[in-house]
């Protein structure tokens, strides 16, 4: 059975820094390209980042580019966000999604982060 | 990177069909057949309920169904159920480079 378990997520202070992983079992890690997207408290779902299977390209929204880094290890099944210069504005819930064509076919439950004084 | 735009809510009762849009542009919902829509309960992650415009995945009812029309795409249920009720969001891939994949805001479905 598919499963993604995201872990890294707190309270941070502004213009601080975070690591967020998405543990990911029960598929081919290798052979998929993976989401990540987050959940404003009551708000909808917003695309972050993206990248291919093999790690040869990333995608990010316009409101993470220059301060977020998607990665991945092969070796570890596991994804990482590296998030830098926090906003508070980047407060959410974390998802990592397992990608087909676009559309991301399994979520992870998420975890959250906090960007507060 | 703009949002899809869906209607803020819906409702139907048990038994009755809802369709729900999701307009976009032509560089995103217009270009692509890579139109997907997810549904989400309160506390949970989404749910894939349709991928490629109108593939449904394994495990997903055909009360659920998908098409597209220039850039708009819609999101049918028929036979609504009180299980149905949840917040339904569409997404769409915008290209290269580095648009990756927008969101609509999101559709709030009341099952009277």
């Known amino acids: 059975q598919e499963q993604l378990v995201e872990s890294g997520g707190g309270v941070v202070q502004p213009g601080g820094s975070l690591r967020l992983s998405c543990a990911a079992s029960?598929?081919?890690?290798?052979?998929?390209?993976m989401h990540w997207v987050r959940q404003a408290p009551g708000k909808g779902l917003e695309w972050v980042a993206f990248?291919?299977?093999?790690?040869?390209?990333?995608d990010y929204a316009d409101s993470v580019k220059g301060r977020i880094s998607i990665s991945r290890d092969i070796s570890k099944n596991t994804l990482y966000l590296q998030m830098n210069t926090l906003r508070t504005e980047d407060t959410a819930v974390y998802h990592c999604?397992?990608?087909?064509?676009?559309?991301?076919?399994?979520w992870g439950q998420g975890t959250p982060v906090t960007v507060s004084s | 990177q703009s949002a899809l735009t869906q209607p803020a809510s819906v409702s139907g009762s048990p038994g009755q069909s809802i369709t729900i849009s999701c307009t976009g542009t032509?560089?995103?919902?217009?270009?692509?057949?890579?139109v997907s829509w997810y549904r989400q309960h309160p506390g949970t992650a989404p749910k894939l309920m349709i991928y490629?415009?109108?593939d449904r995945p394994s495990g997903v009812s055909h009360r659920f169904s998908g098409s597209k029309s220039g850039n708009t795409a819609s999101l049918t249920i028929s036979g609504l159920q009180a299980e149905d009720e949840a917040d339904y969001y569409c997404?769409?891939?915008?290209?290269?480079?580095?648009?990756?994949?927008?969101f609509g805001g999101g559709t709030k479905l009341t099952v009277l």
């Open positions: 999604a397992k990608d087909t064509r676009f559309a991301m076919v399994s």
């Open positions: 990248i291919r299977y093999d790690g040869s390209n990333e």
């Open positions: 490629d415009v109108s």
């Open positions: 997404s769409s891939y915008a290209g290269t480079p580095s648009f990756g994949v927008v």
């Open positions: 032509s560089s995103d919902v217009g270009s692509y057949n890579f």
């Open positions: 029960g598929f081919t890690f290798s052979n998929y390209g």
